[in-house]
């Protein structure tokens, strides 16, 4: 019934009571407990626009967004703009607040365009976030890939719908039951940091695994889990990682971070490592032709022919190995060029 109250259509304009802003409805954006939130046009060009009849819901709200300012140094959120009533009908009000309009792909969307590795290079930027949003005393409780948008270039994670965000210590307003380790049987739905990085390995198994599945009833949540991760390649290489955050023993994001980062730099350096030796490997058997073509200077005229067979197939095998290595060489750039971006970009 709520939400039918705040139900507007394109076109719609909104006239705020108090501060006198108009916005133009363009299409809705979302619907949740506590009301909708539509994209609309205003002075400022295109904004997000949340209306309900709980004005204690708005008020809540509004104050974590004003907690998100003091992190937008990292991008957390996004920037409130305006918070008024709007009157509907002859007598009813219904509350509302304008927030910048975030544009760009949810997580899961990004990832399958661009390859599931891009995983690890937006759990960091989400730790990063997290981290600041953690120090100031709230947990951001709905954590998942629908609540997440990856704006840019260059890829930035911005986080959406702050309606389940709560103050630390207290229990958490909202949640998803596939992100939530209180449906898994691993811990308590209280806010605290430790929730939110269960939420993060979940999503990191959402992005391995898109559909998500239900806990089974023959097994217990935590054994589930565990076997998921060597059951997926991308979530062997990240085991260590997985295993510390379900389980709750990491106290901070920034712990969880050190060991993600760590992770990534010993892979990088494995894969370096093969790669070179796979390098020595293959110039050790590169066929010698000197010695044959000294051997035959005597017999020039009758070994003519083979001689000149010989020549086409040493070419041959020098075009593949210069292609051999110049794939080596690009594999090796691709390698230094992430871990660069991650050491200059996100930490």
């Given amino acids: 019934m709520m939400n039918q109250a705040c139900n507007f259509s394109p076109g719609t304009k909104i006239l705020g009571k108090w501060n006198g802003n108009s916005y133009t409805i363009i299409k809705l954006l979302g619907q949740g407990a ?29 104050n974590v967004l004003k907690h998100f300012s003091k992190v937008q140094g990292h991008s957390l959120g996004p920037s409130l703009l305006d918070v008024d009533d709007v009157k509907v009908g002859s007598q009813k009000l219904l509350s509302f607040y304008v927030m910048e309009y975030i544009e760009g792909h949810n997580l899961l969307q ?70 939530d380790r209180g449906y898994w049987g691993m811990g308590t739905r209280k806010a605290e940091p430790s929730y939110d990085l269960f939420a993060v390995a979940m999503i990191m198994v959402n992005a391995a695994y898109p559909k998500r599945f239900s806990k089974r009833s023959d097994v217990d949540g935590k054994e589930q889990l565990l076997s998921l991760f060597d059951q997926h390649s991308y979530l062997r290489k990240h085991k260590d990682v997985l295993k510390q955050a379900i389980l709750g023993n990491y106290k901070s994001a920034l712990d969880m971070k050190s060991d993600f980062i760590k992770l990534l730099s010993e892979g990088t350096k494995q894969n370096q490592s093969q790669t070179r030796s796979s390098s020595k490997t293959y110039r050790t058997h590169i066929p010698q032709k000197t010695s044959k073509k000294q051997q035959s200077q005597s017999l020039r005229k009758r070994a003519k022919s083979t001689q000149t067979r010989s020549q086409v197939v040493i070419k041959k095998k020098r075009r593949k190995s210069s292609g051999f290595l110049e794939t080596l060489i690009i594999l090796i750039s691709v390698f230094v060029i992430y871990s660069l971006y991650v050491y200059h970009i996100l930490l």
């Fill in 110 to 179: 990004f990832v399958n365009e661009r390859g599931i590795e891009w995983t690890d290079v937006l759990v960091l930027q989400l730790l990063t976030n997290l981290d600041s949003l953690h120090k100031e005393g709230w947990v951001f409780g709905d954590l998942k890939p629908d609540n997440l948008i990856i704006s840019g270039p260059p890829p930035k994670i911005r986080c959406i719908d702050v309606g389940g965000t709560t103050q630390q210590g207290r229990s958490i307003k909202e949640f998803t039951e596939f992100f």
């Fill in 34 to 62: 506590t009301g909708n939130v539509f994209l609309a046009d205003s002075r400022q060009g295109k904004v997000a626009v949340k209306l309900s009849e709980n004005s204690m819901a708005i008020t809540s709200e509004t």
